[in-house]
């Protein structure tokens, strides 16, 4: 077997769009009820479907960006932990919120949910990365 033809580098890279002074920063749940009304999810699709999104965010609070992990039906989405973890590292985030719409309107999280973010909780520990919160929006 020819070494040369199976193993190749894997190049990461990250080139963000925006300065990190430019970069909004998270001081309270004012400001990310803004961003996810403004930004992250769409007034006139929310009642929709569901769609789980992760926010990622720096150590000086400022957010890097948003990611959709999954967007699902009208009860529920898939989540797939490593694949939220994945976005944090590649974006090299120090910090995540989990967020997701409930279409029905209901704003308690369900038993799924609970389950979900201390998988996602646990999983941020051993990475050394802060799980900073889980919000549902309606």
Known sequence: MEVSKVCEEVKLTYKPKVKA??????????DIYQLLKEH????????????????LMNCGGHVLGFHTISAGGTTECCADVRVILQVALLTNANGIILTHNHPSGNA????????????????????DIKFLDHLIVT
């Not at 992250?40 to 926010?55: G, N, S």
């Not at 308690?108 to 941020?124: A, G, I, M, Q, W």
């Open 108 to 127: 308690y999280p369900s038993h799924n949910d609970d389950f979900l973010t201390e998988k996602v909780r646990k999983c941020c520990q051993l990475m």
């Open 21 to 30: 002074s430019e970069r909004p920063k998270v001081k309270c749940s004012q």
């Open 40 to 55: 992250v999810f769409d007034e006139e699709t929310i009642e929709y479907r569901e769609t789980l999104k992760v926010i």
